[in-house]
């Protein structure tokens, strides 16, 4: 499909695509064979291929050693890393630390860039983003936030317990949310905090067990459970202005919500040609399954719909250049993430037992995809958003050639 990309999108997608199969997906698939996992070493190793070939850090500009793209010409890079396990890992795309770097590039002071930015983008440091919190905390309704950050002197006193907070169990800081103004809305009262990890009273419990959580580099990523006693960091550590913090967290969930849906339907495409190549050579019933009609028209709906959503991904972009496009960023969250839900199911399917084997990656693929459903805002949660803004465009004058209702109608004889 021809999606008019810019001709610099194209130009860095085709070498990223060339890295993924010369580099990335040989040695993923000699892991998935041997089960040597990627060590940590050879992942830096693999870093500075990409530095070599430009590719590495994409998304940040090049004064603090990323490539400096525009984000719409980042999107089918994405893409093409999300075709394997650990793709965007290995050119330092991968979630949460593209969406911190983005967040700290975008709202941190010089001092801070210089202390956490330059050396989080070079993979000297890690970092996690901590905003959900257990049951009865924020989570799908962030207002909901119980974390606080109260102001002693020139320090935050920070309390309160995270957990799914991605890379958290090895991260060097963090991004904190709490809230700043207990007598404001949320909304209007939260901030952003930088939080080393080492500091007085940060406990990270555990990384949480969860669905897809093994995968083929030997590096403690994850999600980690973080409790926050009493813990003081001086006031220079905010991030942006206090009590900005939602509308730094929802620039920073705009694109990292589309760079998911790329990596994811990169994911998904893989998974689909895997399933292809595999139907065309498996015999069954006296042909091969690629020419099974019922078979045939489920690829036809995958095919199709993951064209929509790319589509719809490049359209958001688009317009996030102009705008905060809320609307068309969940649209094209919730679609994507339950398109390559589908296209995951659909993969393991046609794959039959090989599906369900971890020789092939689909298998893992599968256990990956279901959290893109809840992550970055469930499905409900855009879907309340798009419902919400549905009705807001309603115009009485559309109602003018519909009968009144006249109760008398409806009596029983």
Not at 109 to 123: A, C, F, N
Not at 233 to 251: I, M, S, T, Y
Request: proline residues 3%; hydrophobic residues 40%.
């Amino acid at each position: 499909m021809e999606y008019h990309d810019s001709a610099k999108a194209k130009e860095v997608a085709g070498r990223v695509e060339d890295f993924m199969e010369e580099v990335v997906l040989p040695r993923e698939r000699e892991a998935l064979r041997t089960g040597e996992l990627i060590s940590e070493d050879e992942l830096h190793e693999t870093w500075e291929l990409a530095k070599e070939r430009d590719l590495f850090a994409p998304q940040v500009s090049e004064e603090y050693g990323g490539q400096g793209l525009e984000f719409s010409d980042m999107l089918p890079s994405f893409e093409q890393v999300g075709r394997s396990l650990w793709g965007a890992l290995a050119i330092r795309a991968n979630a949460p630390q593209e969406g911190n770097m983005h967040t700290l590039e975008m709202a941190g002071t010089e001092e801070q860039k210089e202390e956490y930015l330059r050396p989080l983008v070079q993979g000297e440091l890690q970092s996690a983003f901590s905003m959900t919190e257990p049951t009865r905390g924020g989570g799908s309704d962030p207002k909901m936030l119980r974390t606080t950050a109260i102001k002693d002197g020139d320090e935050y006193v920070i309390n309160g317990h995270k957990w799914w907070s991605s890379d958290g169990y090895n991260a060097d800081f963090l991004l904190v949310m709490a809230r700043t103004d207990l007598d404001a809305h949320p909304y209007e009262g939260t901030s952003i905090i930088l939080v080393p990890t080492d500091t007085e009273g940060v406990d990270i419990v555990r990384n949480v067990p969860h669905l897809g959580g093994h995968g083929i580099v030997d590096v403690s990523l994850g999600h980690a459970e973080i409790k926050f006693d009493n813990v003081r960091v001086p006031e220079e550590n905010l991030l942006g202005e206090e009590n900005e913090g939602f509308r730094l967290a929802q620039l920073r969930l705009g694109g990292g919500r589309l760079t998911h849906c790329m990596r994811y339907s990169g994911m998904a495409e893989r998974a689909l040609n895997i399933s292809k190549a595999y139907l065309q050579k498996r015999e069954a019933f006296d042909e091969p399954l690629a020419e099974k009609q019922a078979l045939r028209h489920r690829i036809a709906t995958a095919e199709t719909e993951l064209h929509a959503a790319r589509t719809m991904v490049r359209h958001a972009a688009r317009e996030l250049d102009e705008s905060d496009a809320r609307i068309e960023v969940a649209m094209s969250k919730m679609f994507t993430a339950n398109v390559t839900n589908e296209v995951m199911d659909l993969a393991v399917q046609c794959l039959g037992g090989n599906g369900i084997g971890k020789d092939l990656p689909v298998a893992h693929f599968y256990e990956a995809v279901r959290a893109f459903r809840i992550v970055d805002g469930a499905d409900e949660v855009h879907r309340r958003s798009i419902a919400r803004h549905a009705f807001e465009d309603v115009d009485d004058s559309d109602m003018e050639n519909v009968l009144e209702f006249d109760p008398d109608l409806d009596k029983t004889v």
